[in-house]
């Protein structure tokens, strides 16, 4: 029985329960080696000992999908922005080198739907089966007055490991390095407080196919962010690989820094890699300067790796391409402490 006076408060505790019921499907379908199946239990557990590391470092990362979430409430569509938050936290990860092991979700609305809870939490699934962990607990939280209806906010927390000799860090990137980017899916998830902006600006119908982004608008930008973590980690497996960067908020200039040292520097050819219609489209109707928009979105690459030589490149290449990703030397790491890319 439902509490009267906690649903007078707003709250409906039976379509809490419904939502948990719905959910055990979808987390069930992420379990793996090391998953302790105890959905119901106050804590999640993963049996570390049932993997076969002499030094395990365990590598952690959290974040949510930032306004992106707006773009699924006008479209009505919750079944992909659980892929999302679980790409944002296991990339990170990945870019030490670790194997996501397992996630946390963190669900927060005004009132419980248990249909859109399942669509969410469905995708939240989709994502960790993609990345290859164990979706292991997490938290609905129903909060009236918090939120506008039909509103909710999502983030996660994704906990991977990596034996010790072989983490990826900043120690091992040199001037000379060659830099593959790998392709990215769209917007991913950052840039999307400018993002809506421009589709404010100019009256954007979400709803209508666009000629200049090649599909329906809404879906184009809510396309979800490429989760890379078992094509890199088949890279890193059988190519030496020096450095790993995932391309988020600040884009090229805050984030492939992030594996150099202070005295390094990149360059980067424009050209080299297709950048997507969504881009273009972005810099056209936000009038924003062609530079800039490197120092915001990916521009059409997800992930960088720095690698050795160009025979390690072609063969991460090739790697990758059995995966049914595109991936390009885009230019390499140099000595001059800056960003710098080339037209």
């Given at each position: 029985?439902?509490?009267?006076?906690?649903?007078?408060?707003?709250?409906?505790?039976?379509?809490?329960?419904?939502?948990?019921?719905?959910?055990k499907?979808?987390?069930?379908?992420?379990?793996?080696?090391?998953?302790?199946?105890?959905?119901?239990?106050?804590?999640?557990?993963?049996?570390l000992?049932?993997?076969?590391?002499?030094?395990p470092?365990?590598v952690s990362?959290?974040?949510g999908?930032?306004?992106?979430?707006?773009?699924?409430?006008?479209?009505?569509?919750?079944d992909?922005?659980?892929?999302?938050?679980?790409?944002?936290?296991?990339?990170?990860?990945?870019?030490?080198?670790?194997?996501?092991?397992?996630?946390?979700?963190?669900?927060?609305?005004?009132?419980?739907?248990?249909?859109k809870?399942?669509?969410?939490?469905?995708?939240?699934?989709?994502?960790?089966?993609q990345?290859?962990c164990?979706?292991?607990?997490?938290?609905?939280?129903e909060?009236?007055?918090?939120?506008?209806?039909?509103?909710?906010?999502?983030?996660?927390?994704?906990?991977?490991?990596?034996?010790?000799?072989?983490?990826?860090?900043?120690?091992?990137?040199?001037?000379?390095?060659?830099?593959?980017?790998?392709a990215?899916?769209?917007?991913?998830?950052?840039?999307?407080?400018?993002?809506?902006?421009?589709?404010?600006?100019?009256?954007?119908?979400?709803?209508a196919?666009?000629?200049?982004?090649?599909?329906?608008?809404?879906?184009?930008?809510?396309?979800?962010?490429?989760?890379?973590?078992?094509?890199?980690l088949d890279?890193?497996?059988?190519?030496?690989?020096?450095?790993?960067?995932?391309?988020?908020?600040?884009?090229?200039?805050?984030n492939?820094?992030?594996?150099?040292?202070?005295?390094?520097?990149?360059?980067?050819?424009?050209?080299?890699?297709?950048?997507?219609?969504?881009?273009?489209?972005?810099?056209?109707?936000?009038?924003?300067?062609?530079?800039?928009?490197?120092?915001?979105?990916?521009?059409?690459?997800?992930?960088?790796?720095?690698?050795?030589?160009?025979a390690?490149?072609?063969?991460?290449i090739?790697?990758?391409?059995?995966y049914?990703?595109?991936?390009?030397?885009?230019?390499?790491v140099?000595?001059?402490?800056?960003?710098?890319?080339?037209?």
């Amino acid at each position: 029985m439902g509490s009267k006076a906690y649903a007078a408060g707003g709250v409906d505790l039976e379509a809490g329960y419904e939502a948990v019921r719905r959910y055990k499907k979808h987390v069930q379908a992420t379990n793996r080696l090391g998953c302790v199946s105890n959905i119901g239990s106050f804590g999640g557990m993963f049996d570390l000992t049932k993997l076969n590391y002499k030094e395990p470092m365990l590598v952690s990362g959290t974040d949510g999908v930032g306004t992106k979430l707006k773009l699924a409430f006008e479209m009505d569509k919750h079944d992909t922005i659980g892929i999302d938050a679980v790409a944002m936290c296991v990339n990170d990860v990945l870019a030490q080198g670790a194997e996501p092991l397992f996630f946390l979700d963190y669900v927060a609305l005004g009132k419980a739907l248990p249909e859109k809870l399942e669509q969410i939490v469905k995708g939240v699934s989709d994502g960790c089966i993609q990345a290859g962990c164990a979706l292991i607990g997490g938290e609905t939280a129903e909060m009236p007055g918090m939120y506008s209806d039909g509103e909710y906010d999502i983030a996660g927390f994704a906990v991977g490991v990596v034996e010790k000799s072989k983490l990826i860090d900043d120690s091992k990137v040199k001037v000379g390095d060659i830099l593959v980017g790998i392709a990215s899916s769209g917007v991913h998830s950052n840039g999307f407080s400018l993002v809506r902006k421009i589709i404010r600006d100019n009256n954007v119908d979400l709803h209508a196919y666009n000629d200049e982004l090649g599909g329906v608008a809404g879906d184009v930008f809510l396309t979800p962010t490429r989760i890379y973590c078992k094509q890199v980690l088949d890279v890193i497996k059988n190519v030496d690989v020096h450095g790993v960067a995932h391309i988020t908020g600040g884009g090229f200039d805050e984030n492939i820094p992030r594996i150099l040292t202070p005295e390094m520097g990149i360059d980067v050819q424009e050209g080299s890699w297709p950048i997507l219609p969504v881009f273009k489209f972005l810099e056209k109707y936000g009038k924003v300067d062609h530079r800039e928009m490197f120092n915001v979105y990916n521009m059409g690459i997800g992930m960088v790796m720095a690698l050795d030589n160009q025979a390690d490149a072609d063969k991460a290449i090739a790697i990758l391409e059995k995966y049914g990703d595109k991936a390009y030397v885009i230019g390499k790491v140099t000595d001059t402490g800056k960003v710098v890319i080339h037209k």
